[in-house]
C-alpha cells in the first residue's frame, strides 16, 4: 500500500468532503480517502498496482473539483494562497457592498418613507427605476459568480449544497425581475412593484460576508515542519583517514565517526565511542537540564553540545533520526486529522433539496389546481426560494466564531482555527506537560541546609558553580545574588563530569555535586540522611557541598509549581473533566509535582513519539483530548490531540503546532478557552434555532398557506427584507457573546 497527500480546490462546505471523499474512496485500489476541509488537504491510502496518482486526480475532477499531489517546498505558496484567499473575499464583500446599500435604499426607501429622486422614483420613471436597480444588480451577481459555478456544479452532480440554494433563489428571481422589467418597457408600470433585484443582490451580500467571516476563521498553513527542520545541523565535521572534513549533513554515511565541538549541533542520531560531556536535549524531552553524555550513550540530531568534545558513530541517518520521525509525526497529525462537520452544511444536505421542491411543489399547486396565472405561481416559488435562502444558517457559525476568538484575544486567548471554539468545551481529558507548563520551567534554590560551624556554604556553593556551565549552577547564583553574596575567588577549579565540581579556597579544598562524588571522595553524609530523604520526596535536586572532606551543605534545586496550578486542576475536576500529567522526566519527581498541583495519573519518562501514541491510545477509548504543552517535544503530541494548546512562553514549534495558543503563562486561561468555548457553542446553537425557527414559520406563509383562507400573499421583496432580517437578528445574536463574562 502507498500512501500521498493532495491538495484539493474549490471545496465550500461538508458536503464538498463528502463528495471528493465519495469519488476517491469508490476507486478500485483506494483503501482510504480522508478529506480535511480545513487543510484543504486529502490524505489517500491506495494500492500503487491497481491505480495511480494520476487516476485520483481525474476522480476528482470529474467530481468537479481539482486535486494535485501535495509537494511540502510549496507550503509558502500554498500559504501566499490562503492569504490571496481572504484578500479576494474582502474585496468582493466590499465591492458588492458599494453596488448593493444604494440598490437597497432605492427599492425598499420608498415602502418606508424615504426621500427617492423623481427620476428615480417606482412611481414617476419606472423603467429608469427599474433598469438602474439591473444595472446595481448585475455586478453584485458577478462578483458572487462563484456561488452560481458551485451551487449549479453541486446541483447537477445530485449533491446540492447552500451554494445551490443561493444561486436558484437569486437566479429565479432575477430571472423574474427581468421578465418584469420587459413588461414595463412595454408600458406595464404596475410591475415596477414586482422586482425583485434587490433580494438578489442583498442574498449575495450577505452570503458573501458569511464567506468572508468562514475565511478568517480558517486556520493558515502551518510552518511547524519547516520550523523543526530548522533544528537539524546543516554540517558536520567527519574523521575520514584520520583527518576532520567538514561535510554536508545528507554526505554522512552509516558507521562514520563525528567530532562534536563545544556548542556545536549534533548532526545524526549515534553513539558516544570517545569524550563526556552535557548535551541540552530539550528539544526532545522538554527537560531544562542538560543529560551526561559519555562513551556509549545515546546522542540525537539536533541535539546542541555543551562545553565537552565528544566523537560518536553515526547510526540513523536522514529520515531515521528522531528528530525526522518527530517531523513525520507532526506532519502526520496535521494531515490526518478527521473533518469537522458543519452543523449548518449537514442540515443543508437535507434541507436544501426539501426547500426546492417545497417551491417547485408550490408553484404547481397554486397554477394547475388552484388556476392562478404564471405570474402568482412564479412568485409564490420565487418568495419560498427566496425566504428559505439560508443565509442566516450560513452566518449562524461563522459569526458566533469571529466574537468568540476575539473575546478570547481580549483575555490573551488565541484560537488559530474556528473550529477549535467548536471543539473545546467538550474535550473528556485534558494533558499536560511538566516542564514549563505546570512548572516555572527552570530550576530554582527551594531548600538548604548547613552542617558543623559553616554559615558561608551558600557563598562558597555559589563561588564554585560561578565556574560552571550547568543551568543549576544559575539557580544557585541567583540565590546568592538575592542573598547579596559575594562571589569568591577560587583556585583550582575542575568540573567532574556527571558528579560535580571541585575547587580549592583559603587552603581548603571542596567538593560541590551529588551523592556519587560524595560516596567517591568518602564524605560522611549520614548527618544530612533525613534531609536528603525530604528533598528527593519533594522531587528536588541535591546538591551537597563539603569542606576538606567534611560535609558543610545540602541544597535542593527544583522547578517550582506556577502560583495557578493547582486552582486551574480543581477547576477542571469541578467542571468534570480527567487530567492527566505526561513528562519525559523521572517518575519520582513527577509524582511528587502531581501530587502538590492535584493531578491523580501521571505518565511519566516519555519520549515525544510516546508522547503522541499516548494520546492516541486515549482516542482510541473514544475520549476526546485536549493536550497542553510548550516545548518542541510537545509538538506531535500537540498535533495528535483533538485540542493543542501551547504556552506562549514556550517554543515557537510548540505554538505552530497547536490550535490554540494562551499569550501569558498564566494556566487559569486553559479554563477561560474552555469557558469561551462554551459561550459560543451555545451562541451557534441560539443562532441556528432563530434561522430555523424562522424558516419553518415563514415556509408556509411564503407557499402561500394564509392566502389559501384569505390572508395576504408574500410578495418576495418583503421575503428578501425578512430573509435579512433573520441574518441581522444572528449576527446581534453573536455580538451580545462579547458581553459574556468569563
Request: with cysteine.
Amino acid at each position: 500500500m502507498s500512501k500521498e497527500t493532495f491538495v484539493v480546490n474549490g471545496m465550500t462546505c461538508a458536503s464538498c468532503v463528502a463528495n471528493v471523499e465519495n469519488a476517491v474512496n469508490n476507486l478500485d485500489g483506494v483503501d482510504k480517502a480522508v478529506v480535511n476541509l480545513t487543510t484543504e488537504k486529502m490524505s489517500v491510502d491506495y494500492s500503487g498496482n491497481k491505480v495511480s496518482p494520476e487516476a485520483i486526480e481525474k476522480a476528482v475532477a470529474d467530481a468537479g473539483y481539482e486535486a494535485q499531489v501535495y509537494n511540502p517546498d510549496t507550503a509558502k505558496s500554498q500559504e501566499e494562497r490562503e492569504e490571496d484567499k481572504i484578500h479576494k473575499v474582502r474585496e468582493r464583500l466590499i465591492w458588492s457592498s458599494v453596488f448593493t446599500i444604494p440598490l437597497f435604499y432605492l427599492a425598499m426607501g420608498p415602502m418606508v418613507g424615504l426621500p427617492v429622486p423623481n427620476f428615480l422614483s417606482p412611481h414617476h420613471a419606472a423603467l429608469t427605476y427599474a433598469l438602474v436597480l439591473l444595472i446595481l444588480t448585475v455586478p453584485v451577481m458577478w462578483l458572487g459568480r462563484s456561488f452560481y459555478s458551485n451551487g449549479f456544479r453541486t446541483l447537477a452532480k445530485g449533491h446540492p449544497n447552500m451554494d445551490a440554494l443561493v444561486a436558484l433563489a437569486t437566479s429565479a428571481a432575477f430571472l423574474y425581475s427581468l421578465f418584469g422589467t420587459y413588461h414595463i418597457s412595454l408600458g406595464h408600470v404596475h410591475h415596477a412593484h414586482q422586482l425583485y433585484y434587490e433580494s438578489v443582490a442583498v442574498i449575495l451580500t450577505l452570503i458573501t460576508l458569511g464567506k468572508y467571516f468562514e475565511t478568517l476563521s480558517k486556520g493558515r498553513t502551518s510552518d511547524a515542519i519547516k520550523k523543526l527542520m530548522h533544528l537539524s545541523a546543516k554540517e558536520a565535521t567527519v574523521l575520514r583517514d584520520g583527518k576532520e572534513v567538514k561535510l554536508p549533513v545528507d554526505k554522512v554515511v552509516l558507521g562514520d565517526h563525528i567530532v562534536v565541538k563545544p556548542g556545536e549541533k549534533i548532526a545524526v542520531d549515534g553513539q558516544v565511542i570517545s569524550g563526556s560531556s552535557a548535551i541540552d536535549e530539550s528539544m526532545l524531552t522538554g527537560e531544562s537540564l542538560p543529560i551526561e553524555k559519555s562513551v556509549g550513550k545515546p546522542v540525537f540530531a539536533g541535539s546542541i553540545n555543551g562545553q565537552g568534545s565528544l566523537i560518536y558513530e553515526a547510526e540513523k541517518i536522514g529520515k531515521d533520526t528522531l528528530l525526522s520521525q518527530i517531523i513525520k509525526l507532526v506532519e502526520d497529525a496535521q494531515q490526518t486529522k478527521a473533518p469537522i462537520a458543519k452543523i449548518a452544511d449537514q442540515v443543508s444536505a437535507v434541507f436544501v433539496p426539501v426547500v426546492m421542491a417545497i417551491a417547485f411543489v408550490s408553484g404547481l399547486f397554486w397554477y394547475f389546481i388552484m388556476g392562478q396565472t404564471f405570474t402568482f405561481a412564479m412568485t409564490v416559488a420565487v418568495s419560498v426560494l427566496v425566504i428559505a435562502c439560508p443565509c442566516a444558517l450560513g452566518l449562524a457559525t461563522p459569526t458566533a466564531i469571529m466574537v468568540g476568538t476575539g473575546l478570547g484575544a481580549e483575555h490573551g486567548i488565541l484560537y488559530k482555527r474556528g473550529d477549535v471554539l467548536e471543539l473545546a468545551h467538550k474535550a473528556d481529558v485534558l494533558v499536560f506537560d511538566k516542564t514549563g507548563t505546570i512548572t516555572q520551567g527552570k530550576p530554582q534554590l527551594v531548600s538548604s541546609y548547613t552542617y558543623g560551624n559553616s554559615g558561608v556554604a551558600l557563598q562558597l556553593l555559589a563561588s564554585l558553580e560561578a565556574k560552571s556551565e550547568h543551568p543549576l549552577s544559575q539557580a544557585i547564583l541567583v540565590a546568592a545574588e538575592n542573598a547579596n553574596l559575594d562571589v569568591l575567588e577560587i583556585d583550582n577549579f575542575s568540573s567532574l563530569t556527571g558528579r560535580g565540581l571541585t575547587a580549592s579556597y583559603a587552603g581548603k579544598t571542596y567538593l560541590a555535586g551529588n551523592q556519587t562524588l560524595m560516596a567517591e571522595e568518602k564524605v560522611d553524609l549520614t548527618s544530612a540522611q533525613a534531609d536528603f530523604q525530604n528533598l528527593t520526596a519533594d522531587g528536588e535536586t541535591p546538591i551537597f557541598l563539603a569542606e576538606d572532606g567534611k560535609l558543610i551543605g545540602l541544597f535542593g534545586v527544583s522547578d517550582q509549581v506556577k502560583a495557578d496550578s493547582a486552582d486551574m486542576v480543581a477547576a477542571l475536576h469541578q467542571m468534570g473533566k480527567e487530567v492527566i500529567m505526561l513528562t519525559g522526566d523521572n517518575d519520582q519527581t513527577a509524582q511528587a509535582i502531581a501530587q502538590k498541583v492535584g493531578i491523580k495519573r501521571v505518565i511519566s519518562q516519555v519520549l515525544p513519539q510516546e508522547k503522541s501514541r499516548v494520546i492516541s491510545d486515549l482516542q482510541v477509548e473514544g475520549k476526546s483530548v485536549i493536550m497542553v504543552g510548550d516545548g518542541i517535544n510537545d509538538a506531535p503530541a500537540l498535533a495528535t490531540a483533538d485540542i493543542g494548546i501551547a504556552m506562549g512562553s514556550g517554543t515557537d514549534i510548540a505554538m505552530e503546532s497547536a490550535d490554540m495558543v494562551l499569550m501569558k503563562p498564566n494556566l487559569m486561561d486553559v479554563v477561560k478557552a474552555l469557558k469561551i468555548s462554551q459561550a459560543t457553542i451555545t451562541t451557534i446553537k441560539e443562532n441556528l434555532f432563530w434561522a430555523f425557527i424562522y424558516n419553518i414559520l415563514s415556509i408556509p406563509v411564503a407557499m402561500g398557506v394564509l392566502h389559501l383562507f384569505g390572508g395576504p400573499l408574500l410578495d418576495p421583496m418583503i421575503a428578501g427584507f425578512a430573509m435579512s432580517f433573520s441574518s441581522v437578528s444572528v449576527v446581534l445574536n453573536s455580538l451580545r457573546l462579547k458581553r459574556c463574562k468569563i
